[in-house]
């Protein structure tokens, strides 16, 4: 092809994820990108509701007018207790997919500087100069390129980091009966048959019979749909629903692993989102972080000394992660064990502060001796010798 053929862009993202779409959002809102040309790329049009995000926040974000439901209260139960939590001062929030992308790409569409375009990127590749991205399409090159596109085998082909899965599969469902609490959230509930590992129920309500129910692993291998669909139905079934309807479904799997992918980061290369570790690796939880990671983003592009590969920063809660990801990957059948002992008496605005590593260390000390010792003991011992 004609290197006249090749467009050129200040940045270009490959994916237009969360992290793609908070962080151009987030450059538009700056005004100090305008004079700045930017690609996005990504062969899905994210015109379908793809996923639910869900946060939990103390004050109002930009964000705010695409939230669908706020709850003031949540449940934690395993088979022997339930605890109500009080969440004030924070507030427990939903975006729906579909809402968010609608958002965001209105915003994006009256910008003269922002393309995107729906293609399937095929080669990337660094040049002293630029960086060269392939599609099945075209041929583009870039000063600096955003790539959120996961590739799973570089975590999975490593032993030094241990990889488990946030897997699920969730029903929206509209019961006959008026069964749930819609002012209250299941953050998690443990009185499901663990069967050796990880397994929680997560329920949304909206009104007293609409709900998102979601049957939840941290595991490593993810399970046949009909196992999932299978449990959802007995805890419906347990709840008091005995006619309801299916308006939606959807099913994920987050990669949760410490595994330092920001080592991938080069020159003019940045891996943002799950592909550049933003996700919370002990939860799973990626929409609160990259809130934070794409705000941190914005403002250090705007450094003239940007050097590409020192924007991620190593911190002690990425230790505290490991310790309880190389729990669970040993002994998965631990987890209800852990998370109960820190919901059972734990205050629940300190445990969400700590989970958004935003607590000192004396806070830090506060939720983690509500944890079971030994098993942090010997991953301690684990991790230093490793």
Not at 32 to 55: G, H, M, P, V, Y
Not at 268 to 295: E, H, M, P, Q
């Amino acid at each position: 092809m004609d290197s006249s053929q090749i467009k050129h862009f200040d940045y270009i993202f490959t994916g237009t994820g969360l992290a793609a779409l908070m962080t151009v959002y987030k450059m538009v809102l700056s005004g100090n990108f305008a004079d700045k040309s930017i690609l996005l790329l990504d062969e899905n049009q994210k015109k379908t509701n793809d996923r639910t995000w869900c946060f939990w926040e103390k004050e109002e974000s930009v964000w705010n007018s695409v939230i669908s439901k706020k709850w003031d209260l949540a449940l934690f139960a395993n088979e022997n207790f339930k605890r109500d939590l009080a969440l004030k001062p924070y507030q427990y929030n939903q975006i729906r997919g579909l809402d968010f992308y609608n958002f965001v790409f209105d915003k994006l569409s009256k910008q003269s500087n922002i393309v995107f375009s729906q293609e399937k990127v095929t080669d990337i590749n660094e040049l002293e100069t630029h960086v060269f991205i392939g599609t099945e399409e075209n041929r583009y090159t870039c000063n600096y390129l955003f790539n959120s596109i996961y590739t799973k085998a570089f975590a999975l082909t490593q032993s030094k980091y241990p990889v488990l899965q946030q897997h699920f599969v969730g029903w929206f469902v509209k019961t006959e009966a008026e069964i749930f609490n819609p002012k209250q959230a299941t953050f998690m509930d443990f009185s499901v048959e663990q069967k050796g590992n990880t397994r929680f129920m997560y329920v949304l309500p909206t009104s007293k019979t609409e709900a998102l129910v979601e049957y939840t692993l941290f595991s490593e291998n993810l399970l046949s749909k009909e196992e999932y669909e299978k449990e959802i139905r007995l805890y419906l079934q347990k709840l008091g629903a005995q006619q309801y309807e299916i308006s939606e479904k959807e099913q994920g799997s987050i990669p949760m692993t410490c595994y330092p992918f920001w080592e991938k980061n080069t020159k003019r290369v940045l891996n943002i989102g799950t592909a550049g570790g933003w996700t919370k690796a002990s939860t799973g939880y990626t929409f609160k972080n990259s809130d934070k990671k794409s705000t941190q983003l914005v403002a250090f592009l705007q450094d003239k000394n940007l050097k590409m590969s020192s924007f991620h920063k190593k911190n002690r809660f990425w230790f505290y992660d490991l310790l309880l990801l190389d729990i669970l990957y040993r002994h998965n059948e631990l987890g209800s064990a852990i998370f109960s002992s820190l919901f059972r008496k734990g205050n629940p605005a300190l445990i969400f502060k700590f989970l958004d590593e935003e607590t000192n260390l004396a806070e830090d000390f506060k939720v983690i001796l509500k944890c079971p010792k030994i098993p942090f003991i010997k991953a301690l011992f684990r991790v230093i010798f490793a």
